[in-house]
């Protein structure tokens, strides 16, 4: 589909000035009204440094930000969150969501108890990601097609707390030669003290044998960790934006308001394939 | 000459095929008629060496006692229920402690828990709890027969496997015996064979159940262990 690129204003650019500051947008410096903007273009919204809050909502609100004002910039947190489009971060917050989304869904389609793990991870995985990669996997299959895929690396069991805190997509795996493997969603949140797993271990969801959580250490997922791999997706994400899911391209018909001038022509964004990695700490 | 020796080697070709089929369909006929046997499954941990993998020293609460004559020799038998004292990780109990009047006192550990009897664990065998000889939240007790008293306890499920299905025949003649350890639901628990002591049977299938025969096996007791019925 053909969009119209829409531009705000014309930006007055001089050759000295380096007009892409923080976060590396460009600061719309130009006058509106006879006033000086001072706002930074996230393609989607505006953003305003001096109040530390965006001008208008945020397109992506649907995705459910629960606690968080659609005008707060990254949940208020700067130093754990990046929007670089100023769309719905996937972030910790979309994880939390995703975890606790596909827990309902399993529950509702298969009840309390069966072992449904692969179900569970590849809901929010497909949730998180657009993507249908593990799609029709068993737990084995899974952990054979993270192993395999160039859309995965592995991560090391002392970083994933960490790394899931700051956005990343990361899902335990173990195969197992003979019966059924296991696979859980690592999940934002505090480490758990376990002896067990050597001292401490991750928290997950998990939607395995008799488990339904969104979010439990997960030495109640494996008695221990030796054999349990940690997989952190470092391929195209994607999300929804006014209904539309998007994985990198050309996003049509976003609104863009200010205060005192509506802009109605619908704005184009683009958005070139975000990697979750990338929408990490900045 | 040449041709005796090539129909030689044929015929103790074909002797030697007919004999292993013999042998294999001999193997196949019925269950393994045993003199002695041994634990099926997996077996608990050792103390020393969990204490020595976490450094530190295990110690344990009772959080429940049951007090009764297993034996008939009008003297008390005590179990206990064991919990590893704050601890952290999945399980309600963790040791077993029996003492069984005459006999050396005997402990079982499992560090990855065992779980109260509930609904769950016994969701294949009706009336399984209340068949208990002895009230219990943690365990149950099943008389299997004249000479076999089994003390069964469920294991935390970890991923996608059922949890443990242990089983302790309390009346062995040295002392109390882990017989079964392994990751199963409990299926059945019935007399198969007719020999007046109940068998199990054990699936790894979910709730709706198994779909296919292939599903269950059956474990017979036999002088007070269990032997893997292979015509089943």
Partial sequence: MECAQHTVSEPKITLSANKYLFNGKELQDEQLGGINLDWYDYGARFYDPALGRWHNIDPAIENAHYDYSPYAYVYNNPLRFLDPFGLDSIDAQAITTAAQNAVNAVTETYGSTSAQCNRGVNTAFEELTGSEELSDLDANGIVNQMEESDNFETVEQDKVQTEVDDGALIVAGKAESSGSGHVALAVPGDEVSSTNWGGSAPVGMDTGKNKRWSSKGMNYSWSSSTGVAFYKYTGPSAGTINNQTYSGGTIPAVSVTAPGTTYTQPQAVTVPAPRIDRINRP | ?232
């Avoid at chain 2, 601890?87 to 003492?99: A, L, M, S």
């Fill in chain 2, 1 to 232: 000459m040449r041709n005796i020796v090539i129909y030689t080697i044929i015929a103790l070709s074909l002797f030697q095929c007919k004999s292993r089929n013999s042998s294999h369909s001999v193997s196949t006929i019925s269950s393994i008629q045993p003199t002695n046997g041994e634990l099926i499954g997996n077996k608990l941990d050792d103390i020393d060496k969990k204490q020595e993998e976490f450094g530190m020293t295990l110690e344990f609460d009772v959080i429940e006692k049951l007090t009764l004559d297993l034996n008939g020799d009008n003297q008390e038998d005590i179990i206990e229920i064991e919990r590893i004292r704050q601890w952290i990780d999945p399980g309600d109990f963790h040791r077993i402690t029996i003492k069984i009047s005459g006999k050396k006192k005997t402990e079982f550990l499992n560090t990855s828990g065992w779980v109260a009897v509930g609904d769950y664990e016994t969701q294949f065998v009706k009336g399984f709890v209340s068949n208990t000889v002895i009230s219990s939240k943690y365990v149950s007790l099943q008389q299997a027969s004249e000479n076999d008293m089994l003390l069964f306890c469920f294991g935390y499920t970890y991923a996608s496997q059922p949890g443990l299905l242990s089983i302790i025949n309390l009346l062995k003649q040295d002392g109390p015996k882990l017989i079964f350890n392994d990751n199963y639901h409990l299926y059945k628990f019935e007399d198969i064979n007719n020999d007046g002591a109940k068998d199990i049977t054990v699936t790894t299938a979910d709730m709706d159940g198994p779909k296919e025969k292939s599903m269950l096996s059956v474990y017979e007791l036999i002088n007070g262990w269990f032997f893997k019925k292979l015509d089943q």
